[in-house]
C-alpha cells in the first residue's frame, strides 16, 4: 500500500492567511484613520471655538448691569459676584456668579444672564429683616459681648449690613 500522490493542501492555507492578513491590515488602517479624523476635527473645533469665542474681543465685558432691590450697594455685589470688565462674557460661568452671591444670606435670589455683545445682568432679590435678636457671647479676654442678628419672615438668620446712612431700608427698634 503506497501512495503515490499526496494533496497539497499548503496552496489554499497561504490564501487563507494573505486574504486574513489582508483585512486585518484593512481594519487596522480604517480604524487608526477614524481615530485620527476624530482628533483632527476635537482639536480643530477647540481652537475654533477659542479664537472665534472664547478670546474674541467683541465678547468682553464692557457692562455690568447690577440692580437690587434692597440696601446692598451694587459695587458690593459687583465684589461679591467675582466678575470684572474686560472678561470674557462667553467665559464666565453663570452657575458660579449666582451660587457666590447667594452664599451671602443678606440675599434671597439672584438671577444672572448674558447679553449679547458685552452687557452682563444680575439682578437681586435681598432679604427683608423682620426681627433683631441680641445673643450674649463670650468676648475674648474675658467678659461678655452682645451679638446683633436679624432674622426675617422665613427665619432664616443673618448678620447686619453696614449700610451708608442714605441707603438704609430699614430701621429696627
Given at each position: ?31 487608526f484613520?477614524?481615530v ?24 468682553q ?109 430699614f430701621?429696627?427698634?
Open positions: 500500500f503506497t501512495r503515490e500522490h499526496v494533496l497539497d493542501v499548503k496552496l489554499r492555507s497561504d490564501k487563507a492567511r494573505s486574504a486574513r492578513t489582508r483585512m486585518i491590515a484593512l481594519s487596522l488602517g480604517v480604524v484613520t477614524l485620527a479624523a476624530v482628533f483632527v476635527l476635537f482639536k480643530g473645533s477647540q481652537w475654533a471655538l477659542n479664537e472665534m469665542v472664547y478670546s474674541n474681543p467683541a465678547f465685558i464692557r457692562q455690568l448691569d447690577v440692580q437690587t432691590d434692597g440696601i446692598i450697594l451694587p459695587e458690593q455685589l459687583t465684589r461679591w459676584s467675582g466678575v470684572r470688565l474686560g472678561e470674557n462674557l462667553m467665559e464666565v460661568d453663570l452657575t458660579r456668579v449666582k451660587r457666590e452671591l447667594e452664599l451671602n444670606p443678606a440675599i434671597q435670589s439672584v438671577s444672572v444672564e448674558r447679553i449679547l455683545p458685552g452687557t452682563l445682568r444680575i439682578r437681586v432679590s435681598e432679604r427683608e429683616p423682620t426681627a433683631q435678636v441680641n445673643v450674649p457671647r463670650p468676648r475674648q479676654g474675658g467678659g461678655i459681648e452682645i451679638g446683633v442678628y436679624h432674622l426675617d419672615a422665613d427665619g432664616y438668620v443673618m448678620l447686619p449690613l453696614d449700610a451708608p446712612d442714605d441707603r438704609i431700608g430701621i429696627l427698634r
